[in-house]
């Protein structure tokens, strides 16, 4: 079965950085649109951010535009997050999901915890 497994998250000041990435254990990854979603406690999960399957189309949120960025890299079947300029509104657990457009399959990851002090 394929799964997703997000890493990188943690405890960060205010104004740092951190990396996230998740890895697909299915060999149909360039077929899936990636994106990178959200959820604070009390709140509905939302979406950050989105890739195509070949890389060249992104999407981002009006909150994480010009702080994060979307990438993947199909040869090794991860899809990455680079979040600068952390802010503590930006603490939630951040789950990546896989989307095939064909089939209309969605695929979620368990989750990583971002935790932004102030």
């Known amino acids: 079965q394929v799964q997703l497994v997000e890493s990188g998250g943690g405890l960060v000041q205010a104004g740092g950085s951190l990396r996230l990435a998740c890895a697909s254990s299915?060999?149909?990854?360039?077929?899936?649109?990636m994106g990178w979603f959200r959820q604070a406690p009390g709140k509905e999960r939302a979406i950050v951010a989105t890739?195509?399957?070949?890389?060249?189309?992104?999407y981002y949120a009006d909150s994480v535009k010009g702080r994060f960025t979307i990438s993947r890299d199909n040869a090794k079947n991860t899809v990455y997050l680079q979040m600068n300029s952390l802010k503590p509104e930006d603490t939630a657990v951040y789950l990546c999901?896989?989307?095939?457009?064909?089939?209309?399959?969605?695929?979620w990851g368990q989750g990583t915890q971002v935790t932004v002090s102030s």
């Open positions: 999901n896989a989307f095939n457009p064909t089939t209309k399959r969605s695929l």
């Open positions: 299915g060999r149909s990854f360039s077929t899936n649109v």
């Open positions: 890739i195509n399957c070949s890389g060249t189309r992104t």
